[in-house]
Nanobody, 125 residues
Framework: QVQLVESGGGSVQAGGSLRLSCAAS????????LGWFRQAPEKEREGVAH???????NYAESVKGRFTISRDNAKNTLYLQMNSLKPEDAAMYYC???????????????????WGQGTQVTVSS
């Protein structure tokens, strides 16, 4: 059974940084597409970043240049480095995994197979 466990959320002032981690249970991790979604109160869930099996990355326009997604296949761990955080980045962040890509031409599909339980990020102005 696929399990994803996020950590690293917290509270930070605007302009600060956080690094989220996602530890995955043993599955065919290295061949899965991985990513991060987020959801703020009363807003729809949105894709933030996507990384393919070879480490190629895609980002939402709102986070490009500030967030970096990376994966360590040897450790079955996914990361999201978030810099220059803004109040509008505050949300619950979810780690996701799917054997198929969930990104196409700037669009993140929400029908992803596996989701973590989420980690809260709060950004104060």
């Amino acid at each position: 059974q696929v399990q994803l466990v996020e950590s690293g959320g917290g509270s930070v002032q605007a302009g600060g940084s956080l690094r989220l981690s996602c530890a995955a249970s043993a599955f065919a991790y290295s061949i899965y597409y991985l990513g991060w979604f987020r959801q703020a109160p009363e807003k729809e869930r949105e894709g933030v970043a996507h990384i393919d099996r070879d480490g190629r990355t895609n980002y939402a326009e709102s986070v490009k240049g500030r967030f970096t997604i990376s994966r360590d296949n040897a450790k079955n761990t996914l990361y999201l480095q978030m810099n220059s955080l803004k109040p509008e980045d505050a949300a619950m962040y979810y780690c996701v995994a799917d054997p198929w890509s969930f990104y196409n031409g700037g669009y993140f599909y929400t029908s992803v197979a596996y989701w973590g339980q989420g980690t809260q990020v709060t950004v104060s102005s």
